[in-house]
């Protein structure tokens, strides 16, 4: 069974930055994908970026392109989440998340295991 611990967030105003970082245990870290969701008061969990288990592909939601980047470490089994130009939009609970195969999804069902989520807010 995983473990998914993330740490970053915080407070920020408008137009700053802030880094999440998801580190993991007790899985073969390097031998599934990767991704990050959020979700804001009486919304659902959305897709946010993922990465391959390799590192070598990405996707991200078309609401953070350019702004944010999902990248991951895996001789230190951990998945990051730098987050630029930051839109009070952007106001969440941002979760870390392990797939259940190599292979990323923008659907919460095939994500395995879910990190406890870290606040990131947002000031305008």
């Known amino acids: 069974q995983v473990q998914l611990v993330e740490s970053g967030g915080g407070l920020v105003q408008a137009g700053g930055s802030l880094g999440l970082s998801c580190a993991a245990s007790g899985r073969t870290f390097s031998s599934y994908a990767m991704g990050w969701f959020r979700q804001a008061p009486g919304k659902d969990r959305e897709f946010v970026a993922s990465i391959s288990m390799s590192g070598g592909t990405t996707a991200y939601a078309d609401s953070v392109k350019g702004r944010f980047t999902i990248s991951r470490d895996n001789a230190k089994n951990t998945a990051y989440l730098q987050m630029n130009s930051l839109k009070p939009e952007d106001t969440a609970v941002y979760y870390c998340?392990?797939?259940?195969?190599?292979?990323?999804?923008?659907?919460?069902?095939?994500?395995?295991?879910w990190g406890q989520g870290t606040q990131v807010t947002v000031s305008s």
């Open positions: 998340a392990q797939y259940r195969t190599p292979i990323a999804s923008r659907n919460t069902n095939f994500v395995g295991s």
